[in-house]
Nanobody, 121 residues
């Protein structure tokens, strides 16, 4: 089992920044690829970014150049730095852990409880 706890969400104006953190406990964190997903009201959960155990990163097109995913295996933590935020980034953000690496929610085995990000215009 892997337990994931997100933090760092909040209310920010358009153009602002937030950094989300996801602290992991349980099984060896470094063995897992980590992903960030988001879900807006009335919409399906969508892929945002992922990072492999070795540090390779992947982003959905709409956040590329604005968001940065990183991980600190010594701290069992993955981060999502979000810059130049837009109102359409408003959603509940979830971190997830997977033994593989992909963009589909079904490919992830463990999930956090989510943290709300609201971007005002």
């Amino acid at each position: 089992q892997v337990q994931l706890v997100e933090s760092g969400g909040g209310l920010v104006q358009a153009g602002g920044s937030l950094r989300l953190s996801c602290a992991a406990s349980g099984r060896t964190f470094s063995n897992y690829a980590m992903g960030w997903f988001r879900q807006a009201p009335g919409k399906e959960r969508e892929f945002v970014a992922a990072i492999s155990w070795s540090g390779n990163t992947y982003y959905t097109v709409s956040v590329k150049g604005r968001f940065t995913i990183s991980r600190d295996n010594a701290k069992n933590t993955v981060y999502l730095q979000m810059n130049s935020l837009k109102p359409e980034d408003t959603a509940v953000y979830y971190c997830a852990a997977s033994r593989g690496l992909g963009t589909r929610p079904t490919g992830y085995d463990y999930w956090g409880q989510g943290t709300q990000v609201t971007v005002s215009s």
